[in-house]
């Protein structure tokens, strides 16, 4: 059977809940427009409804959970709010392993308190045991979920947690995950201080670390990182003190140092970095 990298999102949308009343629903069995398939291989007959997974809770009821007949195909999931947790519950319960389930998105389940989030990826840890990348954007993490990302996903290679509230400690954290080569931590509160402990990363290959107010101390920290081959530093206000440090990575394939980068102080930035990193491929 053909390997294929499949998005399937399960997708439960509180107004259809509200709409369905439990009278409504007979031996008629639910249309599958809480699935999101995108990819042209898979098709509705790729897909099988399961008669068991009607989560009741009070008045109303959750969308069908609908995964593929051969499980082991399954290499791409998104799952998303309200029902997240009963999801996976669900799929542990009902002896379901994906064990080629290599990526994962949990993006944009808001108000994730900390217990719930260690159970949660407690769950995926058991249902999903060969994952290694998982996303995590726009759910409003601070410190103490990102420390718990940082102690539950031992074998995570790549990580996306842009677009949440983590501060330097939360930093600290992910700094710990010294197995990751790709992190995504954009457009966070991390500071000089946070960009510090990324620093110590040594296995990264891929930073994206834009819109963290780093600015020249922080960039010093980063410039540090021999490894890196990817670095998007856009957004952080990074003057021509720390613009030189950065031209000193001549180890980098791609840089992303535009936006609200003060490049052009004394009005050499700009050509500095061409002159000095001419095997780069450079966004201003």
């Not at 400690?169 to 992910?174: L, M, T």
């Not at 081959?229 to 394939?253: C, F, P, Q, S």
């Amino acid at each position: 059977m053909k390997k294929l990298a499949l998005l399937l999102g399960i997708v439960f949308c509180s107004n259809l809940f509200a709409a369905a009343a439990a009278d409504d629903v007979q031996a008629a069995r639910p249309t599958p427009h809480p699935i999101i398939w995108n990819m042209g291989a898979l098709n509705e007959e790729a897909l099988i409804g399961l008669d068991v997974p009607l989560i009741q809770r009070k008045n109303h009821l959750a969308a069908p959970l609908y995964v593929m007949k051969d499980v082991s195909a399954l290499r791409i999931m998104e799952i998303r709010p309200p029902l997240l947790l009963e999801a996976l519950t669900y799929l542990n319960s009902s002896g379901f392993r994906l064990l080629n389930l290599t990526d994962l998105d949990l993006s944009q389940n808001r108000n994730l308190s900390s217990p719930l989030l260690e159970r949660i990826l407690r769950e995926i840890s058991h249902l999903a045991p060969n994952l290694v990348t998982l996303k995590i954007q726009c759910c409003g993490f601070e410190d103490e979920q990102a420390k718990i990302i940082s102690q539950t996903m031992p074998k995570l290679t790549t990580l996306d947690i842009g677009w949440n509230r983590l501060e330097p400690v939360a930093a600290e954290s992910i700094s710990q995950m010294r197995q990751l080569i790709t992190l995504n931590i954009q457009s966070n509160y991390l500071g000089a201080n946070g960009a510090e402990f990324i620093s110590k990363m040594g296995n990264l290959r891929t930073l994206y670390i834009r819109e963290n107010d780093i600015r020249d101390r922080g960039a010093s920290y980063i410039s540090q990182m021999p490894h890196l081959t990817t670095l998007d530093i856009h957004e952080n206000d990074i003057g021509y003190v720390g613009v030189k440090r950065i031209a000193k990575m001549t180890w980098l394939k791609t840089l992303d140092v535009g936006g609200y980068n003060e490049i052009y102080d004394r009005g050499d930035g700009h050509a500095l970095l061409i002159q000095s990193l001419p095997n780069t491929a450079i966004t201003f």
